[in-house]
């Protein structure tokens, strides 16, 4: 989880911003060999800074893969129309949501550089998706071995007849995408305590994972967590109780944050930078989380009327926050999800544990999406319209087609991160033969007189 628009949505209803808690969510990335430029080279023109945790000042600046103004701004684009479908109630993963064929993908509009970023990002993906198991119920790992032993080696210039020739494009369910953005947010602290200044905790010593699926096998893949009370397991403390000194002692301080609303909208992004008063970088990443529920602030405020016209985006609720810190605090509190962090080292991780990288790497629901897989958006926003790499997940991130796109850190990443609402089609690019695999497996299922659990392609 990085910075959680990880991350991660200050809610939906419409609003420009809708942050995204990734708590898969893009924590600051481990140095390692990167095949692709994460967007965190030195700038020649500016003045070096001392970084703590890393050998090389990372400024943050993402590769202009996709055009981005500075100031960002937001390019209107046509996006291509979806298959249409009849959906399910409530599919419980892509497979049963139905899966249809999309577009060649030689016909989607995808230039070399966009393809040669996805390219790197997936190769860095394959280990896991080779290993994982996919619960979207689409793919097994066998299926991309082919794929990512033909990546490998690739020469300079061949990503995009890569994609063509090992890839087909796939639409689940009725295919109507919504993507959000995220980034790396920068935000000053110190080591010290300071008045007025918010604790920044590490994982508390009494929260505890619970895999319930190790109790019955009808609660596979269900995991809670809580905390020991006497002989019970509780909910752990709410926003508010930690807030009020409950985990005091409990949890160790990695720094302090100077503004509580900063440190608030940094746990939404899931991770980020702390710039100590030195000049130091301390990078900071998602650690755990809670076990609480989250909630978008911004749908709140919009539903109460406080936010006013142009008011919608991240910034202009960070303005109204800092201007009624009262009303604030206890808005933000509503949000009773709370994310604990851990120091890092290099770029930022997203949940396959593996560094993310702005206009590249996307958020999505494991459940519709096989982690690490291509996805092709074509969306109402210019920008956000292009190949993706889904490495990452996110607390508000959850059903088909939603996407959550990392921006990377940087001015720019923040302003196009914080407005992006884009709506158009999303295909997935899985392994030639998918498709017909798994409607010939849907359709003998029929045959044999199996509930029909997906939806049907229109003519």
Known sequence: MIVQFRGRALGGLGLSLLVSACVGGVEPPRSGPAPVDRGGTTDSNSPREPVRVHPSRDTGASPNIRGIQMPA???????????????????????????????????????????????????????????????????????????????????????????????????????KAFATGYYEPEIAGSLERRDGYAPIYGRPNDLIDVDLGAFSTSLKGKKV???????????????????????????????????????????????????????????????????RDYTGIGALMKSRGLLQPGQTSMQGIVAWLHAHPAEGQAIMRENKSFVFFRELEGAPLGALGLPVTGQVSAAADVKFVPLGAPVFLSLDRQDASGMWVAQDTGGAIKGSNRFDTFWGAGPAAESTAGGMAGRGTAFLLLPIGTVQRLNGQRFNGLANGAQDGGPTAQP
């Open 73 to 175: 701004r937001i390019v209107g684009a046509v996006p291509m129309l979806p298959v249409p479908v009849i959906a399910p109630t409530a599919p419980v993963n892509a497979a049963a949501a139905g899966v249809v064929a999309g577009p060649a993908i030689a016909s989607l509009p995808i230039d070399e550089t966009q393809a040669q970023s996805a390219l790197s990002a997936f190769v860095t993906s394959c280990p896991s998706l080779v290993r994982r198991s996919d619960t979207s119920g689409l793919t097994r790992g066998a299926d991309w071995q082919p794929a990512c032993t033909a990546a490998a080696s690739v020469p300079r210039g061949g990503a995009r007849v890569f994609f063509n020739q090992w890839f087909e494009a796939a639409q689940v369910g009725d295919g």
């Open 225 to 291: 967590r809580g905390r020991v009370d006497r002989s019970n397991l509780v909910p752990y403390y709410d926003r508010t109780a930690i807030e009020q000194g409950a985990i005091d002692g409990r949890a160790p301080i990695l720094a302090w944050a100077r503004d509580p609303v900063e440190l608030f909208f940094l746990q939404i992004q899931g991770s980020g930078r702390l710039r100590l008063p030195d000049g130091e970088i301390l990078r900071i990443g998602y650690a755990t989380q809670n076990g």
